[in-house]
C-alpha cells in the first residue's frame, strides 16, 4: 500500500519530529528553569544561607504568610563561641559535608529528606530537642558522634556505630547541620518540635529571614 | 555447530559472545544485591547483627550499588545482544569492547572489595576519590566514575560506529541518542560541592533523569526490538511507537523532575511544576496500555521463548504499578511532605526498579541462553519447566510482599513519625517501635526470604534450561516487510 | 501554595491517587478492547469505569485541599479532561499508525 495513505498526524516523520522538539522543547525549559534554581540556591542565595550563618541563632518558626515553618536567623550566636568569617566558614562547613559523605551518613540518614530510613532525618537535628538545652547542645552533639555507641537514646536498641570520626571533624559536622538547618527547605519537615532557644532574657527580636515571599 | 542443548559460543555472533559475558556479570551481582538487601533487613530487627563489623550503611551501599551496576550491565549486554542483528554489520572495535568489558568488572570487585574492607574515610576530598562519595546510588569514589565515564564512551563507539557501518534503524537512532544522554548525565553527579542543597539538586539530575526518561526509552528501543524480532510486528509501526513513547516519556519526565525539588531548598515554584508533571506521568501509561490492547487484538501471541515473554509481561506490569501507581500515590507535595523519604518511598523505589528495569534485563538473559544453546525449544513442555514458572513466582510474590509490607510501615511513619511528631529525633524511633512498623519489618524479611529463594532458583534456571533439549526452537514468521 | 493533607485523610488520598490510576487503566483497557474487539456493549462500562476515574480525583483534589486553590484546582480539571480524551487519541493514533496494509483494522475503524 502506498505511503501516502497515511495520515499526517499519525506518520512516522510526524512523531519523530513530535519527540525531537517536545524533547528539546522540555530541555530548554528545564535548563531556563536551572538557571534560576541554581542561582536561589547558592549560598548566600535566596533560599540557602550564607556559611557564615552559623554565627547566629537558628531558628524553625511557623509562617502565617507562607502557611509553614520557615528558618529564622536570630542575634548572634556563634558555634563553639568564635565567630568566623564567610571564607572560614565555609572551610569549616565544607570539611563538615567531606566527613558526612567520607563516613557514608546518607546509607543511614536522610538529609533533606533523601537517603536511608535507618536513623532520623538530620535536616533539622542542630534544632532537636533531645539534645537537651541550648548551652550544652554543640559539645553534647561532638560527644555523640566521635563515640556514639555507649548511648542509646531509643527502646529498639538502634545505636549508631563508631565511625571514627575526629573532633574536628566531628566539630565539623556541627557546623554543617547547623548551617543545614537554615536552609528554606518549604517547610519539610512539617510541624517540627524546636529545642528551647529562648534567652533567660526578654528575647531579642529576630533581625532578618533567608526567605523569599511565596513565589506562587 | 555444536549439539542442540549445549552452551556454545559458536551459536552466538560477535557482540552476542561478549552480551553473554556482561549479563553472567550482571546475574552475579543480582545476587550479591539479594544478599546485602537481606543483611541489611535483618539489621532492621536485629541492630546488633553485623553492628561494627557490617554496618547497615555498608550493607546498603551494596544493595543498590549492586543493583545500579548490574542492571547497568544487562543494559549494555542486551544492546550488545541486539547490536549485529539491528544494524546487519558485525560490530565494529569488539576488541576494545571486551577490553571494556573486563576493565569495568575489574574496577567494580575493586570497588566492591574496598567498600567491604575500607568502609569509610576521613572527612577529605581524598576519601571521595579512593573510598566512596557517600552519595545514595552513585557512591563510586572518583576514580572509579572516571573509570565508568571512559567504559561507557568505548560501549557508545561500539554501538554509534556499528550503526553507522550497517544501517542506521529508528531504533538504532533513538538508542544512540539515549545513550548519550544517558552518559551525559552521569557527569552531572561528578563534582563536589559543601553546599548540599546544591547537590542534591544535580544527584536528582542522574537519578531521575535516568531511571524516568533516559532509561525508560533504552527498555523502550529494547522492547521494540523484541517486538520486531520475536513477535514479527512490522518495523515502521513499532518505530513509529517509538517516537511516540519518546515524545510522552521526554514530555512528563524531564519537567517531572519537580517532584524531587519540593523540599530540598529548591524554589517553591518546582511544587506547581512538580504537581502538574505528575499529572501527566500516567498519559505514556494510558497510550502503552491502549496499544499494548490494540496490538493484542490483531498479532496472534505466539512466542518462541516463554520465559522471556513472561518477563517482558511482567516488565509491563511493573512498570505500571511500581512506577505509575506507586508514584502518583505519593507524589503530589500536599502528601510527599509526609512521605518524603520515609518507608513509603523505598515501597516504591523497590517496586519500580524492580519492575520496570530487573523484569526486561531477565526476558533478554532468558532470550540469550535460548540461543546460545542453539536456539533451542523454549515454548510449552519444556524439560524441567516447573523451575523458571516457580522462579517467577517466588519473585514476584516476595516482591508483593516486600512492597506491601513497606507501605504499611510507610504509612505507619508518615502519619507517627512525619505528620504528627514532626520528624523529631524522639518521634522517628516512636514510629519504629510502633507495632505496625515492627510487623512490617518482619514480614518484609518473609518475603525477603521468599525473593531470595526465587533468585536462587532464577540462577540455577538459567544455568540449566534448555540443557536436555532436542527441539529446535518454535519459528516465529517475521513477514518480509517487517525486516525492510 | 500548598496546604499539606490532614492526618485524617491520609488513607483518602492514597487510596484515592491509586484508584486514580487504576481506575485510568481500567477505562483505557476497555475503551480499547471495547473498540479492537467490536463490542460496542462495553463502551457504557469503559465510561462507567471513567466515572470512578473521575469520582476518584474528585475524592483526592478534597482530600488533598486542592480546591482550595485556583492553580490546584485547574490541575484537577486538567486531569479530568485530559484522562477523558487521553484514550481516545490514543485509539486514533492506534488506527492512524497501523493503517497502512491491514484491512482487519480498517474495518473496525469503520464501525
Ligand atoms: C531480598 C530482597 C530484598 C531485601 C531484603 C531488600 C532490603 C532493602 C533494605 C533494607 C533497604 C534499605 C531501606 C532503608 O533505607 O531503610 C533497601 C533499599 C533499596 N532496595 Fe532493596 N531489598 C531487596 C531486594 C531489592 C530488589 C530486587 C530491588 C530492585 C531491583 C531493590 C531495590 C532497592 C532500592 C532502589 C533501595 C533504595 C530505596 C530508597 O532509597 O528509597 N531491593 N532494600
Ligand atoms: C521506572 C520508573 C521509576 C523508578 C525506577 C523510580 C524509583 C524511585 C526511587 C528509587 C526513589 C527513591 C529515591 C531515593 O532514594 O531517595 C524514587 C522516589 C520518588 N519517585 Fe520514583 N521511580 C520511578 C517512577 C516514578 C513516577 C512515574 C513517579 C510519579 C508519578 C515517581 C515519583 C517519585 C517521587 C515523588 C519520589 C520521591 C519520594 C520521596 O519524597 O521520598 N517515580 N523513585
Ligand atoms: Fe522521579
Redesign the pocket.
Known sequence: MSETQTLWWASESFWKKMAVWITAGSAVVLIFLTFDTVNQITAGGKRVPPYSVINNRIDYVFDEKRNYQVPVIGPEEPLFGKVLNEAEAMALVSRGKLTTQAKNCM?CHTLLGN????APDLTKSWLDPMWGSKETREETMVAFLMDPTDKLHNTIGRRMPNLGITEEEARATVAFLKWMSAIDTNGFPGNFPTIDQSDPAPAPESVSAPTETPAL | MAALGTLDSANLNGGQKLAVKFFTVAIAL?GA??LF??L??I??LNPDFLFGVLDFSVN?ML??NA?VVW?LFGFIGAVYWLLEDESGTPVAGLGLGNLMFWVFTLAVVVVVLVYLLVQVGPGELKSIWLINEGR?YIEAPRWADIGIVVCVLIFFYNVAATFMKGRFTGIGGVLVLDLVALAGLYLAGMWYTPNISMDQHWWWWVIHLWVEATWEVLVGCLLAYGLVKTMGVRRRIVETWLYIEVALLFGSGILGLGHHYFWIGTPEYWLAIGGFFSALEPIPLVAMVVHAVFDAGHHKLKSSNNPALAWMIAQAFGNFFGAGVWGFMHTLPQINLYTHGT?W??S???LA??GA??TIVIAFVYLAVQKWRGNVWMSGDMAGGWKWKWAIFLLHA??IG?TMALLVTGYEQSQVERAIGGSSWIAYFEAQAHVWFVQGMNW??V???M??TG?VLLAWDLMTIGKRETRPARSVEVPAAAMA | MIEPVELANFFTVFFSAASVILFGAGYALLFAWSRVSGRPRLMPLAYATYLGLAVSVLVLGNAANLFNNGYWTFIVGLMLVGYLVAPHAVWHLCVGTHAEGDEAIKVSQQR
Do not use: D, K, P
Open positions: 546509607n537517603g536511608a530510613y535507618y | 543480582f544485591q539479594v538487601g537481606m541489611a533487613g539489621q532492621y546498603r544493595h543498590i543493583m542492571l545514595e518507608q518511598t523505598a516504591h523505589g523497590h526498579f524492580f528495569y530487573a516476595g516482591m516486600m518484609r524479611m518475603s525477603g526470604w525473593f531470595a533468585f
